[in-house]
Every structure is written in C-alpha cells, then in structure tokens.
C-alpha cells in the first residue's frame, strides 16, 4: 500500500465520517421538528378541549335553564286548567240546584 493509497483511504474516511456527521446533524433537526409539532398539536388539542368542555357546559346549563322554566309553565298550564275545570263544576252544580228548583 502505497502513500497515495493511504491518503486516499484517510480522504475517504473523513468524508464517510462528514457524512455521517451531516447526517447525524439533519435527523437530529428532524426530531426536533417532529417534537415541537407534536407539541403544538398537543397543546392545539388541549385548547380545542377546553373550549368543547366549556361550549357543553353553557349547553347543559341552558338546557337546565329551559327545562326549569317548561316545569314552571307547565305547572302554571295545570294550575289554571285545575281551576277552570273547578270553577266549570261549580257552574254545573249552580246550574244544576237552579234547575231543581224550578
């Protein structure tokens, strides 16, 4: 093995190991690309959560809210439908005690 041969060898070793330097560095870069995207998904996703949480509290609330005031117009519905069929029964027997009479 000559000279020439063994500063060839040298040259392409050096090479192989920029290369692989190069390499090392880019998949590196890589990585750290892949972790801050996957981090502002994650954090994109937490957000995207927390609003859905928030949107399905205000929606149970509401629905809590027209729940009670159907149950509130309802029982005032019944209470004047009880009273009108109260009052139609004493008309009834009014009626009714007018005509005995005669």
């Known amino acids: ?11 392409e070793i ?3 190991k920029e290369t692989i330097n190069a390499l090392r560095d880019a998949l590196e870069k890589k990585q750290m690309e ?4 996957l981090q502002t998904s994650g954090q994109a996703s937490k957000e995207q959560i ?3 949480e928030e949107m399905i509290e205000q929606m149970r609330l509401q629905l809590e809210k ?4 159907r149950e509130s117009h309802v029982q005032t519905v019944t209470q004047s439908l009880n ?3 109260q ?3 004493q008309t009834i027997v009014t009626l009714r ?5 005669k």
Request: zero cysteines; glycine letters at 0%; a negative charge.
């Open 83 to 85: 009273e009108q069929l």
């Open 50 to 52: 927390r609003q859905l």
């Open 97 to 101: 005690n007018q005509l005995e009479q």
């Open 87 to 89: 009052q139609a029964q």
């Open 34 to 37: 892949a972790d801050r995207q």
């Open 1 to 11: 093995m000559t000279v020439t041969d063994t500063q060839h060898y040298q040259l």
């Open 66 to 69: 027209e729940y009670s005031s």
């Open 14 to 16: 050096n090479n192989l």
